[in-house]
């Protein structure tokens, strides 16, 4: 894959096009990853601003700092053969913008860019309604491409080979945090750019999905939650859990990790072009709920993934859109008992023609490791 592949020139006028038929006059996108899923720029974000500009008629420029015009101009973006607006320390980059807009009614602003930059737009725009630029480009990041599939396979690829690792770290008597700095080293080496988190919740810990780590010591007998993921450098993420347990565990544990397993099988046959996002909630949680642990399973069962860990489509109660092939996502239900220990099985998923793909591989089942 090249960055013209992952990030190909179509993109821009097809953002134009959405923003035209949301009935926009501009998309206003900062750093962060809706600039770079339209031009590919993976930009700093710094207090000076970087703003690439998509009115819904005409030419689209980035407003760069002048210090930072080498790196645009270095980057994907420069084959969209863009007008870089470079701006000086001295300039009000907003007012120039705002005057090469002209009059306008409706902004798009990009989901992640700070609120300075939005008050001072709102200054410089003032008669211009702000809406956030998702509400325009969630359609076409949703629907991954082949080659952000092939992406998102080799992030799947790259996060598995970590988890392949992770029983020769996990010993009793080592703490999360050193079990945690081994995983993020093997996560780097294993060809990511970043490590974006590591989970290492063990006994009680387990039962909190977004612990992190701490210098709690991994005792012999309990289950360990391992939750990983990062970015590789073209920009597409990975995200996979699996529960380990150091010695045997639980028997109370090992009753219910078998009733997750087959839940998290629910769901993910379940994946098919038409079916519904809720729907695919459901199947995991039925599964969970009629073996008495439904007040356990406390978040939703996945959330969609590409250049951000977390995006749409969202795969929870009271989302009825359907499934489309090329939407990616993971199915992590999980168990939690305050106090005792918890467990979850995550995979990431992509829609195909005639269902699901996971491209997550390593064993669902419970992984036993030498205290």
């Known amino acids: 894959m090249t960055s013209s592949d992952l990030y190909p020139v179509s993109r821009l006028a097809a953002a134009q096009e959405a923003t035209a038929k949301a009935g926009l006059d501009a998309l206003l996108l900062t750093p962060g990853p809706d600039l770079r899923y339209v031009s590919g720029y993976d930009a700093k974000p710094l207090e000076r601003l970087t703003c690439l500009v998509v009115p819904a008629s005409g030419e689209a420029y980035m407003m760069v700092p002048r210090l930072e015009l080498p790196a645009a101009q270095a980057s994907p973006a420069a084959r969209l053969g863009l007008e870089f607006v470079a701006w000086d320390e001295t300039d009000d980059p907003y007012s120039i913008a705002a005057s090469r807009l002209g009059r306008v009614a409706k902004v798009g602003l990009a989901d992640r860019m700070w609120a300075m930059s939005s008050l001072r737009f709102r200054d410089v725009l003032p008669e211009a309604e702000q809406v956030l630029a998702g509400t325009v480009l969630r359609d076409l990041r949703m629907r991954k491409s082949p080659a952000e599939v092939a992406a998102l396979r080799e992030a ?88 380990y347990s150091v010695g045997e565990p639980p028997a109370e544990f090992a009753a219910y990790y078998e009733v997750l397993r087959r839940a998290q099988e629910a769901a993910c046959a379940a994946v098919r072009p038409g079916v519904s996002c809720e729907s695919i909630d459901a199947a995991a949680r039925e599964v969970i709920a009629e073996a008495g642990y439904g007040d356990y399973f406390i978040h939703r069962t996945g959330h969609g993934i590409g250049i951000e860990t977390h995006e749409e489509p969202y795969v929870v109660s009271g989302n009825d859109e359907p499934m489309e092939a090329g939407f990616a996502f993971s199915v992590e239900p999980g168990i939690y008992l305050p106090g005792r220990h918890g467990a979850r099985i995550e995979d990431i998923v992509v829609c195909t023609e005639t269902g699901g793909e996971r491209l997550n591989n390593t064993p669902r089942e419970l992984v036993t490791v030498q205290p």
């Open 156 to 243: 799947g690829e790259a996060i598995d080979a970590v988890h392949r690792q992770v029983p020769e770290l996990l010993r009793a008597g080592r703490t999360e945090r050193e079990v945690g700095r081994d995983i993020a080293e093997a996560i780097l080496a294993a060809g990511h750019a970043t490590v974006d988190f590591v989970i290492v919740a063990s006994g009680p810990n387990g039962a909190s999905p977004h612990h992190d780590v701490s210098d709690r010591v991994i005792q012999a007998g309990e289950p360990v939650v391992v939750d990983i993921g990062g970015q590789l450098h073209n920009g597409y993420c990975s995200d996979s859990t699996r529960t």
